[in-house]
């Protein structure tokens, strides 16, 4: 089973101008069952969305910010952000998945009456690297203008475009190459 798609989108960083809180519309007092809203910085034509291009696997996600903070500004104080919600030119990575299975059947009475069934599958056959996406905040918590944090070695623990590295946190990030072997008699 073969399956290649293109990054997940990744969605335009909020402003911290708090104008929809002003309107009564934030995420304090917002009854919508998704926590309530922001406004959107302002996209900034010609500057690029990427410090580095998230397919190439040339970069460390622990010491490097993948995302490109002053491709964006934020929005005026009392004015609505001019951006849209997603682009379709700001993806994540591709996440490629491939996955192989081998199958034979070995009769063994006679008449077919008996099969012993083996079988092998493989997961992740190229043992590809599926990083999660990088942090952009929402509802106002984080955007371009949080500063990133490190630990002494220099890895990001937090901050505007941080990849969280800890295994099953987000679901995301791949499994590492497995198989499995199986055999089945029918009789």
């Known amino acids: 089973m073969l399956r290649y798609q293109s990054g997940v989108l990744i969605p335009t960083p909020p402003s911290s101008n708090n104008f929809l809180t ?3 519309r934030g995420p304090s007092n917002n009854p919508a069952i998704f926590g309530g809203g922001n406004t959107f910085e302002n996209r900034n034509s010609g500057t690029s969305l990427f410090n580095v291009d998230p397919n190439c696997h040339c970069f460390n996600p622990q010491t490097t910010l993948p995302l490109n ?9 009392g004015t609505f ?4 919600a997603y682009y379709n030119n700001y993806r994540w990575q591709r996440q490629p998945q491939e996955s192989l299975s081998l199958q034979r059947n070995f009769p063994i009475a006679k008449e077919g009456r008996v099969v012993l069934s083996i079988r092998a599958e493989f997961y992740n056959v190229f043992n590809r690297v599926a990083l999660t996406p990088p942090s952009v905040g929402g509802f106002g918590t984080v955007n371009t203008k949080t500063a990133p944090s490190a630990l002494t070695t220099g890895a990001y623990t937090a901050g505007y475009g941080f990849i969280n ?3 099953g946190a987000t679901g995301y990030v791949e499994q590492p190459r497995s198989g499995q072997l199986v055999a089945r008699i029918q009789f």
Do not use: C, E, F, I
């Open 22 to 24: 002003q309107l009564a």
């Open 165 to 167: 590295m800890v295994p």
């Open 69 to 77: 903070p002053a491709a964006w500004t934020d929005a005026a104080p």
């Open 81 to 84: 952000g001019t951006s849209a």
